[in-house]
């Protein structure tokens, strides 16, 4: 028997998989069954409803996709009205994604929708490369952070998710102020700001000009932050950023994460959750690992080529 489950704070996770924020919905009910997963994730929420970005708002980039959505959102009447109803039928546990213009709408919609016994945690989306912070997200400033964390956990004794940005000179910094604010788990990490321009006729492919690029090409960049932020925190890491098969998911899982979000793999394959578990179970199987926990941060790293571990330049 090969036990799959993990905990991220108080919530206990029947297996470590699960959809990255904005890659998934109601709609996927009738393609996977929603119980085989770890929780579910659907589309971060917002306050009020929101039409979103421009169009087009995808495009396939080598390797990825370049998006900029921009938090389309039924608002949080809708979401207490019919989105968490929906989710609370299954058994997995529901995370809700949260996103705001300011700190304080942060502290109350995390309030009210923690109230809703439905809902088993928040991840908080401060790293949304569209959110305009004085032209900044707030995960890209410690300070804020740290600030936006404590406000949350001040009115809610449910786990918090930090949702951090890649778009940052040091993670771990911004890792450790989420933590001491009073983050539970830390996720790692959202898009990182992109652009494509079509060369035909010399416009940007997005109708946003800059939007954020997913999928396998940065999941080497991901894997990094995965280490950095498990070398500064001591709370868990979901990994998210490129994860498109169970050697994706594990890899992430050595570098440091507890949990794996799956993303981009979902618009290639909709069933693609359920194949990377399994794939996860075959690789147990192979290398006769009794629990999964056994893999967390077990990357062998016998030499560093410098005490900062950032490897040479050239």
Request: hydrophobic fraction near 40%.
């Amino acid at each position: 028997m090969r036990n799959l489950a993990v905990s991220i704070g108080s919530l206990s996770l029947k297996n470590p998989i699960m959809p990255a924020s904005g890659t998934f919905g109601e709609e996927m009910e009738k393609i996977i069954d929603f119980n085989q997963l770890g929780a579910l994730l659907p589309k971060s929420i917002t306050k009020e409803v929101r039409g979103g970005n421009p169009t087009p708002r995808i495009c396939e980039t080598t390797g990825g996709m370049i998006n900029s959505i921009g938090i389309q959102s039924k608002g949080y009447d809708y979401y207490q009205r019919v989105t968490v109803p929906f989710y609370s039928r299954f058994s997995s546990p529901l995370i809700s994604s949260i996103s705001a213009d300011s700190i304080d709408e942060f502290e109350e919609m995390s309030e009210k929708i923690a109230s809703m016994d439905a809902v088993a945690a928040l991840e908080l989306n401060i790293s949304c490369p569209n959110l305009k912070n004085n032209g900044l997200a707030f995960g890209m400033d410690e300070n804020v952070t740290h600030k936006l964390v404590k406000k949350v956990r001040q009115v809610t004794d449910k786990p918090i998710i930090a949702k951090l940005s890649p778009n940052v000179t040091n993670i771990g910094v911004v890792a450790a102020a989420a933590e001491a604010g009073g983050a539970d788990a830390l996720t790692v990490a959202n898009t990182l700001i992109a652009m494509s321009i079509d060369v035909h006729t010399r416009r940007p492919k997005i109708g946003n000009v800059i939007g954020g690029i997913s999928g396998p090409s940065i999941k080497p960049i991901v894997v990094r932050l995965i280490h950095q932020v498990y070398q500064a925190s001591s709370i868990p890491i979901i990994g998210c950023g490129g994860v498109m098969n169970g050697e994706d998911a594990i890899e992430m899982m050595l570098a440091g994460a507890t949990a794996v979000q799956v993303g981009t793999a979902n618009f290639v394959q909709p069933t693609a959750m359920l194949t990377i578990l399994k794939e996860i179970k075959d690789y147990m199987e192979h290398y006769d690992i009794v629990d999964i926990k056994e893999l967390i941060g077990q990357v062998k790293i016998e030499s560093r080529s410098d005490e900062n571990g950032m490897g040479s330049c050239h």
